[in-house]
């Protein structure tokens, strides 16, 4: 598996290379806003203390373990498209974190799935998913960042929602589906007709990414808000203060 992966390595330089700036771009972002909200709250935290970079890596490896078991859903795409939940530990991490923290979980999350599985996809699955994932958790974290209440939490998610399908629809259809179509041999006709096979209403490259792609992202996203909004709640105090909140209550009782 190693060797495998440092030929592909080798073979995909520059590829490897564009990720590379897309991954220091991202987390860029991610920083100023960050600085943009601990300015406006006061806030003196360091970005990336002793605890955060614990945690982070925590929560990759856990994201990356999701990561591995992605399943496909035939009746709405081609199998080739793979649903899994890998954000969920990015989510929690930037919401209780900060953006910067939830970049980070979402890249490390790919180098452990490369360890663990390798790349079938000479990095170009690897690199949109990073990518995909990150129109989710950077928006909503951004947002809830900058006034920490349920309602925006909510909204983060809804507007991360959106962010993650409008991009993987875009992003499917002007690199990622032609990308893999010159990666496998296989014409884009061949792929269309894969989709016409599920839904015959798709007829050329704009209705498989309407029909197909954004379908899925709009499950992803739902589905990761909704246990985001159900866990993140009970486990912060754990994961920010290291304590139970019953703990936490009794402590400033005492």
């Not at 663990?116 to 928006?139: E, W, Y």
Request: net charge positive.
């Amino acid at each position: 598996m190693g060797n495998g992966l440092l030929q592909a390595v080798k073979e995909n330089g520059s590829f490897v290379g564009v990720c590379l700036v897309a991954v220091v771009g991202l987390v860029l972002v991610a920083y100023l806003f960050e600085r943009a909200a601990r300015a406006r709250s006061g806030g003196t935290e360091r970005i990336l203390a002793t605890r955060k970079i614990v945690m982070i890596g925590m929560f990759s490896a856990l994201s990356g373990i999701l990561y591995c078991f992605d399943f496909s859903i035939p009746v709405i795409a081609p199998e080739f498209y793979k649903l899994d939940f890998s954000e969920l530990p990015a989510m929690i991490a930037g919401f209780a974190f900060g953006p910067v923290a939830g970049v980070l979980v979402e890249f490390i999350k790919e180098l452990v799935k490369l360890v663990i599985k390798g790349t079938s996809t000479a990095f170009v699955g690897d690199l949109a998913n990073f990518l995909i994932g990150c129109m989710l958790v950077l928006p909503a974290s951004i947002i809830y960042q900058f006034h920490k209440t349920k309602k925006t939490a909510i909204i983060g998610c809804v507007v991360g929602t959106l962010v993650m399908t409008v991009f993987g629809t875009w992003f499917n259809a002007v690199y990622l589906l032609p990308a893999f179509s010159k990666l496998f041999g296989m014409p884009l006709d061949v792929i269309l007709g894969m989709g016409s096979a599920i839904n015959p209403r798709v007829k050329d490259l704009t209705t498989f990414v309407v029909l197909m792609v954004a379908p899925i992202n709009i499950i992803k996203g739902v589905g990761i808000s909704i246990l985001t909004m159900l866990i993140y709640k009970n486990v912060s105090p754990i994961i920010k203060y290291g304590r139970t909140m019953s703990e936490g209550s009794s402590a400033r009782n005492g």
